[in-house]
């Protein structure tokens, strides 16, 4: 019986995962420089759409995905956190560039180095910015791992990365 | 009797579909209430007051105009369909009630109801 | 007008306001005592023949680790850091960070001494603030440079905003990098840092990757 | 009522916080808050060395980062007291007007969109892509592109940059054309801007507003003419100028602005001084490096032994006959041709002193202003150097910020739904802004 059952189940896993992985509705959280590479992507040439995710949903109750796109400071790091958990399951992130992956050449006392320090991440894409192409290809990991997750959305608990200490130099 | 049959199988099928889709959405979407996430979402902060309370007399009064004139669209399709048959003097009684509803749009045009300041 | 012209113009209306003056590659600069400027800045905006209209630029910068040796860089263990002398000499040099006179009884005309390292108390040594103004004049197309000497316990000077509105934001910039106070301003509060952060991140003596997280860890 | 247009909103392109006090649709009053991008660029630039800056001021104004490299190169050009040969004034003239256009294209493409002429977007996007591509074939990257140098630029105008630059000016043209018959004249578009975010010019000057800014309001300052630095002085352009200081005539202003650009360009171009692309033909007979590699690796020696390597001007490093052309011939600034750096040993000195950590460019100590004309408005660096490798104060006198601060007489008196066009039109950039 669980198999027949499980056949059932899988099937419908399937069957979701195919509905969710090609109508990603994005909530683009954009700050900074990324944002342009973002708007190139979007946009006729290089078209986000031809993938089902060219709906951008500017508020968290409407989208799946939250696009992180541009350094994150730490005065901006409590509204991100906000809009995250507002979002309604089942929802994903992708970190979009360099500065939401680890912080990058920003090492200061503005930045958070990488969001995955308070958010769970499901695809980084690195780049300062990426080009539209990473992005794309982003998207399509993005969409493998929505296709092979289990129908109840439930994700592996996010690992947050261990607390490296870092020397302090003037 | 037969003519009604379409009607009732356009409002089951809209039924049918609409139901089915509010019915899968909130049987397979996983559901993870959060105290946050129950909050009004005020572009990533916390809002100041929610919109209770009274509200400017301008909306209400936009939204009274809008429904006094929209509303008469209602007459005017059923008019429309049955044209041919009503004649010269259908196409008369359409004109006078048009002709009323616009002295009233006219009148509040001309006091100012339709500017916002 | 050319730099020299101003700078003398300037001179001759506040004698004793001005305490030195240079036009470093072509740059007219005028060091202003910090009870003056509210006067000089006023007569720069209304008087025709400087007509300053706009007030480019405010801000700050913090000469007190100037000429100090760099500390070694974080992968050399040698600890010895390597800064050769600079290889560009300089016919006309730069007089140095303007010299700040102490605010009790300005020694009147103090000789604008070269900037000694170990500057003693009250002798005029190397200001440790130093906030910058930039003028602009659209008709006359001048530019002159201002700089206030202010010294780090008291790090107040009078606020420009009642001349330029401009200035209110660009004096809000500067207490929140510098922490120097601006006399005269309506709401002085951070602008740029998030009101939980302590201390002045644009200061020499606060750490570059110092962090204060409002939210997650503090890597 | 107290609403919260908060950063992230895509009005409010993500950073920027507006506490509004409403009455109806009016808004009555506004406290705007802002440093939600701030990343320390002026604590980073003391950190690194003169030439590890420029990618930093890439990231000031993301959308006209050709222009930034050019204001900060061209401030320690003047710290330093040297001067740039005139191909590369030309060069840096050309890529920072084709910035210009890029930055207004995204501007009023997304103030347009805002309002929801969305086609118009796409097409403005589409001709900034042809523009990006201009700027990868010379830089090697679209956005954060890092190409000038203190003392000159990385690399110079590669071959067949004419055409490819005449046909994507050409679009740019054609895309401008039909936006302003999709947008000048469309009833709903006149309706919202014209009239709103109006600002008289004694405002504008006391809040120290620069740019298109400024200009809309009839007040002709543009550095560009007030000042001129580069060969701005040789070129034949016009500064539009608006009246009535409002959403419509910024508009207005930034599309005539482009239009002049696209003129600015086409005169650099033609008369750049020709400077040879690649090696010259008659001093040895060139080989391309591939080929060079290949006989020397099934050992002819012969072919090769007489023969003059030539590599691509730009990724590749600079072909050593045309690298005088874009530097400023200061051994102590600028970095060696990449033969010769590999060639000689003076070469590999001068590599080295300028590389290594504590050496690089050690300018004089001194403080410096230099004003550039960027999209936004003035955009100043203010350099202070204590004659050690790396600046000791760098500070960016951001053209928007002063907008920014006008913001509260641009809004008030308005109504909620202007919000939108007028923070369209004033064209705040986030790294600018905050830096």
């Avoid at chain 2, 048959?85 to 259908?90: F, R, V």
């Avoid at chain 3, 050769?84 to 006179?101: I, K, M, Q």
Wanted: proline share 7%.
């Amino acid at each position: 019986m669980s198999d027949h059952a499980g056949f059932f189940t899988s099937r419908l896993d399937e069957a979701l995962g195919w509905a969710r992985k090609f109508s990603i509705f994005q909530y683009p959280f954009v700050t900074a420089c990324c944002g342009m590479e973002y708007m190139a992507t979007a946009c006729s040439h290089y078209d986000v759409d031809r993938f089902g995710a060219g709906l951008p949903r500017f508020s968290p109750r409407q989208a799946d995905v939250l696009f992180v796109v541009g350094t994150i400071s730490h005065k901006m790091a409590p509204v991100l956190v906000r809009i995250y958990e507002q979002m309604a399951e089942p929802k994903w992130v992708v970190s979009f560039g360099v500065c939401t992956c680890t912080g990058g050449f920003y090492d200061n006392y503005a930045t958070v180095m990488g969001i995955d320090t308070i958010i769970p991440v499901d695809v980084y894409i690195p780049g300062c910015p990426p080009r539209p192409e990473y992005v794309l290809d982003g998207l399509l990991k993005l969409q493998a791992k929505i296709q092979a997750q289990h129908s109840s959305g439930q994700r592996p608990a996010a690992e947050i990365r261990p607390e490296l200490e870092r020397p302090v130099f003037d | 009797m037969s003519e009604y049959v379409g009607i009732v199988i356009f409002f089951v099928l809209a039924g049918t579909v609409a139901g089915a889709f509010v019915a899968l959405g909130s049987v397979l979407g996983p559901k993870k209430p959060s105290a946050v996430k129950s909050e009004a979402f005020e572009c990533g902060e916390v809002a100041f007051s929610l919109p209770v309370g009274h509200v400017a007399v301008k909306f209400y009064l936009t939204a009274i105009l809008f429904i006094l004139f929209d509303v008469e669209l209602v007459f005017v399709y059923p008019w429309a369909v049955a044209f041919r048959g009503l004649g010269a003097s259908g196409l008369v009684e359409m004109v006078v009630f048009l002709g009323i509803l616009m002295a009233g749009f006219f009148y509040a045009w001309d006091n100012g109801a339709l500017e916002w300041h | 007008m050319n730099a020299a012209s101003l700078i003398q113009a300037v001179k001759d209306r506040f004698p004793d306001g001005v305490k030195a003056s240079h036009s470093y590659r072509g740059d007219a600069t005028v060091i202003v005592g910090r009870e003056f400027l509210l006067e000089v800045a006023r007569t720069l905006k209304e008087d025709p023949a400087f007509q300053m209209s706009f007030l480019m630029d405010l801000t700050a910068v913090d000469f007190s680790t100037f000429g100090a040796k760099r500390s070694p860089a974080f992968f050399s263990n040698s600890g010895v850091a390597v800064s050769p002398s600079p290889e560009f000499p300089d016919e006309d040099p730069w007089p140095g960070p303007p010299v700040s006179h102490p605010s009790a009884g300005a020694a009147l005309g103090a000789p604008a001494s070269h900037p000694s390292a170990g500057a003693a108390l009250g002798a005029p040594g190397p200001a440790h603030f130093v906030v910058v103004y930039h003028f602009y004049s659209l008709p006359l197309k001048h530019r002159l440079r201002l700089e206030v000497p202010v010294e780090e316990d008291d790090a107040e000077v009078d606020s420009l905003s009642s001349l330029w509105a401009g200035a209110d934001w660009l004096e809000r910039e500067v207490w929140d990098m510098f922490g120097i106070r601006f006399r005269g301003h309506q709401n002085l509060k951070r602008i740029l840092m998030y009101e939980g952060f302590a201390g002045h991140p644009l200061r020499k003596d606060y750490p570059v990757n110092k962090r204060q997280p409002l939210i997650g860890p503090v890597n | 009522m107290l609403l919260n247009v908060g950063p992230a909103h895509p009005a409010m392109h993500g950073i920027i916080r507006i506490v509004t006090k409403l009455d109806g649709e009016l808004v009555k009053d506004i406290d705007v808050e802002i440093g939600y991008l701030h990343r320390g660029f002026e604590k980073m630039a003391e950190t690194v060395d003169y030439n590890g800056v420029i990618p930093y001021t890439d990231r000031l104004n993301y959308v006209s980062p050709l222009i930034n490299n050019m204001g900060y190169c061209m401030a320690v050009e003047k710290l330093l007291g040297i001067s740039v040969p005139e191909r590369c004034h030309y060069i840096r003239v050309i890529v920072s007007e084709i910035s210009r256009i890029t930055d207004h294209l995204t501007c009023v493409g997304a103030g347009a969109m805002e309002l929801g002429a969305f086609s118009v977007f796409l097409y403005m996007i589409k001709a900034r892509e042809y523009l990006w591509e201009l700027v990868e074939m010379v830089t090697g990257a679209r956005l954060t592109v890092s190409y000038c140098r203190v003392g000159g630029v990385k690399g110079d105008l590669p071959e067949g940059f004419d055409e490819r630059c005449g046909k994507a000016l050409q679009e740019t043209r054609k895309v401008l054309v039909e936006s302003d018959a999709l947008l000048t004249r469309n009833r709903i578009f006149v309706d919202r801007m014209s009239g709103t975010g109006k600002i008289s010019s004694e405002d504008a000057i006391s809040y120290g507003i620069t740019g298109p800014f400024l200009r809309s309001t009839g007040v002709a300052y543009d550095v560009r003419k007030d000042c001129p630095y580069a060969v701005y002085d040789r070129l034949q352009f016009d500064v539009p100028v608006g009246t009535r200081g409002d959403n419509y005539d910024r508009f207005l202003v930034r599309m005539e602005e482009m239009e002049q650009s696209i003129r600015i360009i086409e005169q650099a171009l033609r008369d750049i001084p020709p400077g040879p692309f690649l090696a010259h033909a008659e001093t040895g007979r060139p080989i391309p490096a591939a080929e060079m590699v290949d006989e020397g690796k099934i050992g002819n020696i012969a072919a090769i032994v007489d023969r003059r390597v030539v590599t691509d001007p730009t990724l590749e490093g600079a072909a050593k006959s045309q690298h005088p052309n874009i530097e400023a011939g200061e051994k102590r600034v600028f970095l060696p041709a990449k033969e010769d750096t590999f060639g000689n040993i003076e070469g590999l000195m001068q590599q080295f002193k300028l590389v290594m950590y504590g050496h690089g460019i050690r300018p004089p100590k001194g403080e410096v202003y230099f004003p550039v004309e960027g999209a936004n408005g003035e955009l100043g660096f203010y350099i202070v150097s204590d004659g050690t490798s790396s600046a000791y104060r760098v500070r960016v006198r951001p053209p928007c910020f002063a907008i920014m601060s006008a913001l509260p007489k641009l809004l008030i008196g308005d109504m909620m739904a202007d919000v939108t066009p007028t923070f369209g039109s004033v064209n705040m950039i986030g790294g600018e802004l905050d830096r």
